[in-house]
């Protein structure tokens, strides 16, 4: 892959999905940070810049198949694919994981303080992303396939406010991930956790990597198509 120093995150992320696995491994923030240059994005993450670019050059070209490279899908599919693989998950991770994190605080958070306010972070985050993807899919994403339809400057004009809430959205939500994954020390069980603790930051781990890719996927790729280059 052919990317320097000034290249936006954004843009390598979108242009293939194999650079994610790169910056998820270096902790490279590429859904929010996604307007960072590569370079300083490495500087805040604490990498030298030569190790993410020797990463990238070895990642192979974008294959063709949508289950590995959504971003190559069409507005309509995207749409279509964020709704049913994304927040599908997060639906069903977000059940499954609300039990095994109030149990887990049960057991654990008296012993383990971190357990009981991770379990509550996660409430909040529960809350937010499913009056968020709510928004999504009856307002947002309806008004693009109507653009799709009869695309027209104005109509695209009166979609920049609401993409931009949603990318605050997208900011609040990375910001609970970040404050879990620091409070648990990168999703690490304690060494008497009992095995549903394990299981629960185990779940956590996937949610978040889950949801780095499912913002990727609208602010990166979905969201740029519907707003005028500034
Ligand atoms: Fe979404
Ligand atoms: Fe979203």
Redo the contacts with the bound molecule.
Sequence with gaps: MDHGLDSKIADIAASNTAALEVFEKLGIDYCCGGWRSLADACAAAGVPVGTALALLERTPAAPAAAESAPESLGSADLMRW??EK??RF?REASTRLTVLLAKSAAAHGAAHPEVAETASIFQSLERELSA??LR?EAILFPAFERLIAAPGGQAMAALTPPVRR?MEDHEDAGELLARMRSLTGGYAPPADACPTLTAAYQGLAAFERDLHV??HL?NNVLFPRFQRAS
């Design positions: 964020i709704v994304h927040h997060v968020h993807m999504e949603m499912h913002i609208e």
